[in-house]
């Protein structure tokens, strides 16, 4: 008892460093202490994408079955092993939700916006304007969003204002996608981003239009 009190009190990277040297219970205690950070993550994610039709369950597995890449990979020298197996996870979490939501035929990604070659971007955009506004024309507002996102520049990350940039001058998606600037999954997730931090801004100009 006294033993298993002890290792619960090791840093991960030193039950990393047994487990390296063939110690079955030093992972055994990595992977418990692991499983609580698997289900806090798989339940962040979840909540911050929803609609896509991937469950609880599904993320877990995912999280089991890349641990032991974890293990394997972690260089001490480079992190903290938890930072390591966030990063991993993070990455091999959103790959699978991504990946499974449009395989499955999922349409809506974070709740808003359509994933399918026919949808026009700029219209994801205006909605964010229209909301309470029935007489609403994009046409109409199109500049001004502009205007907004030009005005907020420094909100945005690089990447994030130059798609919602070339969405409103006309671009596609499928247009940035052929460009090769990002992988198709980060670049839906940037737009999504993007998209929300210009709600906020838009909320704060519509009493001026």
């Not at 991960?12 to 806090?40: C, F, I, M, S």
């Not at 032991?68 to 959103?94: A, D, H, Q």
């Not at 839906?188 to 929300?196: E, G």
Request: proline share 1%.
């Amino acid at each position: 008892m006294c033993k298993k009190q002890s290792y619960n009190r090791i840093l991960d990277e030193h039950l990393h460093v047994l487990t390296a040297q063939g110690n079955h219970d030093a992972y055994q205690l990595l992977v418990r202490r692991y499983q609580n950070y698997n289900k806090k993550l798989s339940n962040e994610l979840l909540e911050k994408y929803p609609g896509t039709g991937i469950s609880f369950d599904e993320i877990m597995v995912v999280c089991a079955n890349h641990f032991n890449y974890v293990v394997r990979k972690y260089n001490p020298e480079l992190c903290s092993f938890y930072s390591f197996w966030k990063g991993v996870m993070t990455k091999e979490i959103m790959d699978y939700i991504i990946k499974n939501s449009y395989n499955a035929g999922a349409k809506s990604f974070r709740g808003s916006l359509i994933l399918d070659d026919e949808n026009d971007e700029r219209i994801a955009i205006g909605e964010v304007l229209k909301e309470e506004d029935e007489d609403f024309s994009i046409k109409e507002k199109i500049k001004m969003v502009m205007r907004a996102l030009k005005e907020n520049r420094e909100t945005f990350k690089n990447k994030e204002f130059s798609i919602l940039y070339l969405l409103l001058l006309g671009y596609e998606m499928s247009d940035l996608e052929k460009a090769g600037i990002m992988k198709r999954s980060t670049l839906y997730l940037t737009f999504n981003n993007a998209l929300n931090k210009l709600k906020k801004i838009i909320k704060t100009y519509k009493k001026d239009w």
